[in-house]
């Protein structure tokens, strides 16, 4: 998908992010229990992706420097990618859209919390350069990568 962009999330494309069709067993991935106890939510940064006209994926992150926990200052959130979409591009895409936001802000780090499972996110966030750092007291995974 050569022809990415990144909207703000409003009322209009809300309804289509939560239309997104994910691949199935995914949808046990989309929130760790680590994101929902530790996030100030007026601190979020939501944004859709469109491939051309077509709405592809939706991207929640975090930007809050007095965050209690690191890996909650500059963090990817949450993120779906429609499953026609995955494997081209899409969610690398939106990912350095954040990092690219998070190194504007300041930041030198950028982290991702993910639950752990045989169909879960970690071989696409060490893909592209997360590394495994610790893991949260939910048992969910932490990744850093360097910005």
Same mark, same amino acid.
């Given at each position: 998908m050569d022809d990415l962009r990144l909207e703000e999330l409003n009322a209009k494309t809300a309804v289509a992010a939560n239309g997104l069709t994910l691949k199935r067993g995914q949808e046990a991935f989309l929130?760790?229990?680590?994101? %929902?106890a530790y996030v100030d939510q007026s601190?979020?940064?939501t944004r859709v992706v469109y491939s051309d006209d077509e709405l592809v994926a939706y991207i929640m992150a975090n930007f809050d420097p007095e965050a209690g926990k690191d890996e909650y200052r500059c963090s990817v959130l949450r993120m779906h990618v429609a499953a026609t979409a995955q494997g081209q591009g899409v969610g690398t895409f939106a990912v350095q859209q954040v990092a690219? %936001?998070?190194k504007r802000r300041g930041f030198d780090s950028l982290y991702a919390v993910w639950e752990p499972g045989e169909l879960g996110p970690?071989?696409?966030?060490?893909?592209i350069g997360f590394e495994v750092v610790g893991e949260t007291e939910f048992?969910?995974?932490i990744g850093r990568r360097v910005l």
């Open positions: 929130v760790p229990v680590s994101n %929902e601190s979020t940064w690219d %936001e998070g970690a071989p696409f966030f060490t893909a048992g969910d995974q």
